[in-house]
């Protein structure tokens, strides 16, 4: 992949999304490796048969034919998902993917155009312009954050270990997760809503609603009933695939409490290592100075993991220069060499200053 992190709103970490295969998921972080999340949104992403090989570390003797991987990426066409938008309370359809069509130029590629969603989901820039679009007339603006997931999930085996991964690492830096069991599962796709009139299940959106507001007519079809059959069979071997792999951020993963009502499980902690529990404190004052130029905190700590922050900040002096041409003016930046004027200190860093956030 050439991303070292997936990067997704939490929209869609949080989002019921109903894939029918574990190529589905791969398919999309395949697409998400494709992505620059905090660069410009685009309309289409190109992805080739190779593309694909590579990220399974596999051989095409030992996998699909490109027939058929193009056959899996057309069927996310007609995927379908939902989410709760907090912001304005309401239930939300989608789909992340309007079109594929074979490359004419380029054999076994795809051109893959993204919908409105699978742009709001992966490109910051339109995550942000729906968040201003949906909010409230004279209400703050608030972010709904982003996942960065490591590209590593790919290797774990299932789509919904893949998910369960995949909503742990929203609270990476803190280490601590509760989430509702019904709720988990709902995500996991073990819970199916029954009408009781027609014994029809409901659509997606509306079994997202039924989370959150369980109404009389409607049942639950729930393909692990049992707690306890669903820690054994789905939960720790989960933990256990994840906790394997010691170069991803989450580490040492268990469940650390079982909040119950009666006799009946329902809600769950989760801990782990919190990746900013182990920064010193002067890669914490690192921290500091480069989230307020506008990187992201993971972002900020994965350099640190990978560079340190003395290079970090040798870079940075080598580098930039800082103006401040009226007292208690805001300061201008500039590039030493060229002498001009940094515009966009974020993108700068990026792109110039830490080319191993874009690999």
Do not use: W
Request: charged share 30%; hydrophobic share 35%; proline share 2%.
């Amino acid at each position: 992949m050439e991303n070292k992190y997936l990067n997704q709103s939490n929209f869609f970490t949080r989002s019921v999304f109903n894939l029918k295969k574990e190529i589905h998921k791969d398919i999309v972080y395949l697409i998400q490796s494709k992505i620059n999340f905090f660069g410009p949104t685009q309309d289409s992403i190109t992805v080739s048969y190779d593309d694909y090989i590579s990220m399974k570390k596999t051989k095409r003797n030992d996998t699909y034919s490109f027939s058929e991987f193009s056959n899996f990426v057309g069927e996310i066409k007609h995927v379908g998902g939902a989410f709760y938008n907090k912001i304005n309370n309401r239930f939300i359809s989608f789909n992340i993917v309007d079109n594929v069509q074979v490359d004419k130029e380029n054999a076994e590629t795809l051109i893959i155009d993204l919908a409105k969603f699978g742009k709001i989901f992966f490109f910051k820039e339109a995550l942000l312009a729906y968040i201003k679009e949906i909010t409230p007339q004279g209400k703050e603006l608030k972010y709904s954050g982003h996942t960065q997931i490591e590209q590593n999930a790919v290797n774990l085996k299932g789509k919904r270990r893949k998910k369960f991964f995949e909503i742990i690492s929203q609270f990476k830096n803190t280490g601590f997760c509760r989430i509702a069991f019904s709720e988990l599962k709902m995500y996991l796709g073990y819970v199916e809503v029954i009408d009781k009139e027609t014994q029809q299940p409901i659509s997606a959106d509306e079994q997202l609603r039924l989370i959150f507001l369980p109404e009389d007519r409607y049942e639950f079809k729930d393909t692990a009933p049992r707690y306890s059959i669903f820690e054994r069979d789905f939960l720790l071997p989960a933990i256990k695939n994840i906790n394997q792999d010691q170069s991803k951020d989450i580490k040492n993963l268990m469940i650390s409490n079982k909040i119950k009502s009666g006799r009946r499980v329902t809600h769950l902690d989760f801990t782990f290592n919190a990746l900013g529990a182990e920064l010193t404190e002067d890669e914490l004052t690192t921290l500091e100075h480069f989230v307020d130029f506008g990187l992201d905190e993971s972002q900020v700590k994965y350099l640190l993991k990978r560079i340190g922050y003395k290079e970090m900040y040798g870079r940075y002096m080598h580098s930039v220069e800082k103006k401040v041409y009226d007292e208690g003016g805001t300061p201008k930046y500039y590039e030493r060499e060229s002498k001009k004027e940094i515009s966009n200190m974020s993108g700068y860093l990026y792109t110039v200053l830490f080319p191993e956030l874009a690999k």
